[in-house]
């Protein structure tokens, strides 16, 4: 999945205002900001939020998006539909009234430092992807798909993901015999689904451990081999197609120019095919939201078109450029419905805070999709020009 940039609700806007001083005025504040989004403290509709705890308003002024995620982990806050509330804070667009500090300071990191290094690559997958197999096999569908589904003439989340397993086949002409590299391979889904369903060989590579053992033992098949190896350790190996599917996240702005280039100059035939599906952000950044950078998806961050248009620039013919942004809002419902469904067997092995930070994360994100805040991109890319592929 993979990463969100700004879709904390408020994202600390109203951090550091002069002149809120008191916990009335404090309270005031923000009552009257969310007032802009249609919702009321303690009111009685689904997106209103309820203060349980008069210290939110203080924490939420001190520490913005991040306060707003810790206090609702710490019961501080609830809501009917956290999803209802995240999408009408972006719709009205009230999270960009005012800079959050910790945004500020995020920003100043990663332009310092290059936080997706390769030294890092695996720190940063194990936070999130190593945190047991269990907890995704309870959220996911039975594949282990972890980005998002294709809803179209879908019925459920298992037909969703498979969907839009059979679409990227399709966007890439897949036929048997084809070498195929999948980079960020997750837990194999797709490499086996590739190889069952179209004859190809494909290796997939992952810098998750537990992602590498899982595809290992449960999606083999003739034609598929699995590495534990980052992206930057490929070396010249030709294939016919490449394939990434919610990896593009975890590449950093400083590495995009770097990650194509391995693409195109390392590992695809000159007349081959590359499908890169990843989220991506209305504007360009260059930082995650402070809640989803210490709690969700360390170091991550999304690319804008203009980010990823300069990176393939002079590389790649762009074939075609599909968003099915709106379906990643059924996505992410459906996890957080099986997540919840399967809580009696999971919280033995995790806390009551984790169910409501992976709550939170999870319905919060659908929000943002559903105001139209984040995208899903499925851009085809070829070396010469490949021509127009079916979607």
């Known amino acids: 999945m993979k990463a969100a940039s700004n879709f904390a609700p408020w994202s600390g806007e109203i951090a550091g205002r002069p002149g809120l001083g008191s916990a009335a005025s404090g309270k005031a504040s923000v009552a009257r900001l969310l007032a802009k989004a249609g919702i009321r403290i303690n009111g009685r ?169 899982y ?38 702005y400083k590495n995009y120019r770097h990650y194509m280039e391995i693409v195109a100059e390392r590992c695809l035939a000159d007349d081959g095919l590359f499908l890169l599906h990843t989220i991506g952000g209305n504007v360009s950044t260059t930082h995650i939201d402070p809640w989803i950078d210490r709690y969700i998806f360390p170091n991550a961050m999304l690319p804008s078109i203009a980010q990823i248009g300069a990176a393939v620039e002079g590389l790649f013919v762009m074939e075609d450029w599909h968003n099915i942004g709106p379906d990643y809002d059924k996505t992410l419902t459906a996890w957080f419905a099986n997540f919840h469904r399967h809580w009696d067997r999971l919280q033995a092995g995790y806390s009551k805070k984790f169910y409501r930070m992976w709550k939170f994360y999870l319905l919060a994100c659908a929000g943002a999709f559903r105001a139209r805040e984040m995208q899903v991109w499925q851009i085809l890319l070829s070396k010469g020009g490949a021509g127009a592929r079916v979607r």
């Open 215 to 252: 595809a290992r033992k449960h999606n083999e098949a003739p034609g598929v081999a699995y590495r534990l190896q980052d992206y930057r350790e490929l070396k010249n190996e030709r294939f016919d197609r490449v394939v990434s599917i919610g990896m593009f996240e975890h590449v950093g």
């Open 45 to 213: 509709r689904p997106w209103d939020i309820q203060v349980h705890n008069e210290k939110f308003y203080d924490r939420l002024l001190a520490d913005g998006s991040l306060g707003v995620g810790e206090s609702y982990v710490e019961g501080w806050w609830d809501a009917e539909r956290v999803d209802e509330v995240a999408c009408r804070v972006f719709r009205a667009k009230v999270d960009r009234e005012m800079p959050s500090w910790a945004l500020v300071l995020d920003t100043l990191r990663a332009k310092l430092f290059n936080l997706q290094r390769k030294s890092r690559a695996f720190f940063n997958a194990g936070r999130h992807y190593d945190i047991g197999n269990d907890l995704y096999e309870a959220m996911l569908d039975r594949r282990m798909v972890y980005s998002c589904g294709y809803w179209k003439g879908a019925s459920d989340l298992e037909e969703a993901q498979e969907n839009k397993l059979e679409l990227c086949c399709r966007k890439l002409g897949l036929k048997p015999g084809m070498k195929v590299l999948d980079i960020g391979c997750g837990w194999g889904a797709f490499a086996k689904h590739a190889a069952q369903r179209h004859g190809a060989r494909v290796v997939g590579i992952t810098v998750s451990k537990n992602q590498y053992a």
